[in-house]
Structures are given as structure tokens and as C-alpha cells.
């Protein structure tokens, strides 16, 4: 690793990383984008991270993205830190400017190698595949921010060579590139898809330094043309950080290596099938749920006699598919080919268990829906419990408030901060709930709502929504969801804490700003 880090940064010549030993004969390029890697170690641990996707070689192309410590904070320490450190006005106006100057400067010398990176890429591929005489049968791309635009321009670039090379999939994660490329002509020697994941909380390209409309925040317009070809996945909790970190549940979630055909019993090309996997709000937080919560999901579900699945499952789709039944009446399941949405399901369970909002309820947002559950059924499930159950309760509350609290100490900063990020509630409630099981939990809660369903009367007492089930689902989604948003939360920190301790910038003063940010 050492030598590819001084090789690269030597020669500024692009070069191919293998990840990991060869597994088959299926090859996955992953390309990064502008402002990758800091040092050796962020470099290592990403090989790593690429190393673990099973099923396929791993190969990276690392190239010259540079990155924006290296010219909007180091020339400016002094004047940073005057301003962080409350400095004039003058100091803090004339640092910023300088700032925003030579960070535009320094991404548009990384966006002019774009270009010339993606001029090689291909016949430098074939040549590295042919010198390593690795067996490929086919070969998939995935690139993110500016490497999807490498990749892009690289099937442009040299269309002949695309054709010759068994190219599957194109990934495109946060693609900082143009949605009126001409997406006929980059997907005509795939074999497979061109998929493109986007997100409207992806940040980071609404800000960039054009007025470019980017694949990375939008959907690729669907053509008659392209309706067999491309696909866009709208990852709507992701922002543009949160692709590398993420990395298998996005291989999983598009499926990319192709795993799923007969991993599940149900018709691949059924609407349930198509319906799950569109529900963005559902099915990308069981793909990162834990082991523990997707065990806890079935045994929940299971315990329905008109359950289609058992125990035993665990796999995400099936998943997703039973709880989008239970979620709806059955007789309309049956009409309309599939269950509810989870959005669906998590209002319609705020509102059974009578929980008022100071807006219209489309327009909560769902974390809050889900918070807002958690805490009206947190007095009612203590009311319900032993003595010795309430005491191991509250103490799953308090360490849940603890670990929660715990993401900041090495920061130095307040309480106030950690109770901005709200879901202690959510947490504990569902931690406490997996530990205890499905069959003692489904009880406790069932009888807070069994005086609500008894007013529910004929068919749809029989049809109805599963209450008590969908009930406990909204909990452990809903510790998912928030676990994801941590876990990116805590990679901004943990850039910010590189930051300050690179450039010893005032420590008080900047986790203060991150604090009250």
C-alpha cells in the first residue's frame, strides 16, 4: 500500500489496486470520486472495506482525486484559527473568501483530470486484465461522485474497447455527472444494467460549483428506448458520504452480482417482488438491519397463523414482503397484487395508537413518526410490566442514553448536543423489546390496542391489519433507520476530529460549532 500511495501521488498516474484475493471469475471496478482519501490509512481501509464484498475480484482504480484539506486549510491555519477563535470581522470575511476561492480552485484541477483519466481507463483495464491473466467472464463498473463520471466518459471515450471487454453493470453512486448525458450511447455495449442510484438529500452536488443537474440528486429520464437498460434507485435516506460506507447494502439492493435468482421462493417478477423492493422507507433499512432485528422480525410475523413465512427467515425481501401484507387488509392485497407501503403502515399505526401531530400526517416526516411511537408506547408498555421487568427497563433507557451520549465524549461536547439527536426512547424501548423476544413481547403491546380492535367489526376484524405485529415492526425499523443516520453522523465527526487534530485548530471552539450546528 505504501508503494501505491507514493507511486500514485509520484507519477500522478492512475493505478489499479486489487482487493483481496481473486474470487471467480466476475470482476468488480469500483472507481472513488474527488477528495477520497487522506493518507495511507483512509486508502487501506477502504481496500479493505472492498476486500469483504464476497462473490467477486475486487479491483479499484486509484487515481489523483486529491483532496480539499490539502488546499482550503493548510494555507489558511492562522487565519482559521483567528476566526474559529473569535477574530474580527474583517479577518473572518477575508479568510472565508480565500477559503471558498481555492477550495473551487483546487475541485476544478481535480474535475479537468476527469478526462484524461477516463481517455485510458478502458485500454489500460483490458491491458491490466491480459499482463495479470485474470479469468473474467464479466465485469462490472461502479464508480461514485467524479468516478462515475470517469466511468461514463471512459465508455465514450473508447467505445470499441467497451464492446470487447464482457461489461455487465454500470453503478453509478452520487454521480456527479450530467443528467442529459447521452445515456443510449454509454449503455449500448452493457450487457446488463445501468443503474443509478440518486438521492435528493445528496448535499454535497447541489452545492458543487455548477449549475450541472446531477444523476447523483436525480432520476435519468427513462426512455422507451432505455426502459430495458437503465434503472434509478432512489436511496432516499443516503447523502453523499453515506455510498462507500454503505457499500454492500448497495450491491445487495441493486442487486449487482445477479444473487437473488432462486434465493427466494416467491416469482422474481411478481408485483409484491417489484412493490418491496421499490419501498425505499423499508427495504434498505432491513438490508442493514442486524442480525438480532431481522431474527426478531420473523419470529414476530411468524407467530401469525396466516403468516407465508416461518421463523427461520431472514432473508430482507421476504422480509419486507410479509410486513407489507400484515400492513394491509387482506381481500385489498389480494386485489391490488401486493401489501402497503411502510410509510402506510407507520401512520396507520400512529394513528391507532392516537397520536396527534401539529401538521397534516403526510407531512411528518417518518423518523418522527416512528419516535413518536416508540414514546406513547413506552408508559403503556411499563404499565404492563413486572416490577423486576420495569427495573430492566429502565436501565435499557439509560444505557441506550449513555451510548447515545457516548458518540460525543471524545468530542468534549454537551448534553445539549446529544439531545438533538433525539431516539433514546426509540432505542431503548426496542432494545429492551429484542432482548425479551417476540413471543413475550407481542402480549404487552397486543392488549394496548386489543380495546381498539374490538371496535373493528365483520369482515375486516378478520381482514384487517395485523396491529400488534406492525406495531413492534415500526419499533425495530425504526432503531434501524436511526442507527443508519448515526453511523453517518459519526463519519462527519470523525473527519471534523481529523481536522483539528491535523491543524490544531481550537478544540473548544470548533466542537462548540459542531455542537450547536
Known sequence: ????????????????????????????????????????????????QLAAIEGSTNLMLFWPAGHFLENLFAPFKDVLASLLGGGGLGAATVGVGKAIAYFLDHYKSVEARVDEVAKTLLPELAGYLHDQSLPVRRINLIGHSLGARILVKSLLASPEIARELPLNNLLLMGGAICTSSPWDEVSAPLKGRLINCHS?????LAMKPDTERCIGRYAIDVTPALKAKVTNVHLASFDHAAYWPQLKTVVQYTDLLQERRGMIRVDSRSSEVRFAEADVDLYPALMQARPEELKFLAELMAQKRSAAIDASVREPLKLAIELQRMGGDSFMNLARGHGVGYRQIAEDVAQRLGIKFDQPLEHVTLAEIEGQVAETLIEQYKDKLSRADRQAFEAELQAAAQKEQGLFNRLDV?????????????AGLTGFILRRGAATAIPVVGQALAAAMLLVSGVRAFSGPAYSITTLAVLVVGVIRQRMEREALNQELDLVVQVVEAFDLPRDTVMRTVATD
Not at 500522478?12 to 483481496?20: E, H, I, N, Q, Y
Not at 477528495?35 to 486508502?43: H, T
Open 414 to 426: 454537551g448534553r445539549s448536543a446529544t439531545a438533538a439527536l433525539s431516539g433514546t426512547a426509540l
Open 1 to 48: 500500500m505504501q508503494h501505491q500511495w507514493d507511486e500514485m501521488h509520484r507519477t500522478r498516474k492512475p493505478t489499479f489496486v486489487l482487493c483481496g484475493e481473486p474470487q471467480g471469475d466476475v470482476l468488480n471496478l469500483y472507481v472513488h470520486g474527488y477528495s477520497a482519501f487522506f493518507n495511507r490509512q483512509q486508502l487501506g481501509n477502504f481496500k479493505q
Open 200 to 204: 435528493s438529500k445528496d448535499w454535497a
